[in-house]
């Protein structure tokens, strides 16, 4: 199977003024797209609003940004995802008790 059978197109993606060329899925490209946009407002909005100019730097406060939203976003999931266990649990106790009446 080649490249254009399962989908994949080259495109190249502008990070911190620096061209990567990378080869996505067709579905991918629109989310990929998007994330290098939200990552280059990102270190615009650092550059702006403190003294910092190294593009290292601004990226590497990025990656903290974005390392430290994604893992306040999983253990929310986590959360919900126990508080649900929780009240299924709870469920089943209540129809158990009703039906062995």
Do not use: W
Not at 48 to 64: F, G
Not at 87 to 96: A, H, N
């Amino acid at each position: 199977m080649n490249q254009a059978q399962m989908g994949e197109i080259s495109i190249k993606i502008n990070i911190a003024d620096r061209v990567y060329p990378l080869k996505v899925n067709m579905e991918e490209e629109e989310v990929i797209r998007r994330a290098a946009k939200i990552i280059n407002d990102r270190i615009k909005e650092y550059q702006d609003n403190y003294a910092v100019r190294d593009k290292q730097d601004l990226l590497s406060m990025c990656v903290l940004h974005y390392a430290t939203a994604t893992l306040k976003a999983e253990k929310k999931v986590m959360n919900v995802d126990t508080d649900v266990a929780e009240k299924v649990y709870e469920l089943d106790q209540l129809l158990t008790d009703f039906f062995s009446k």
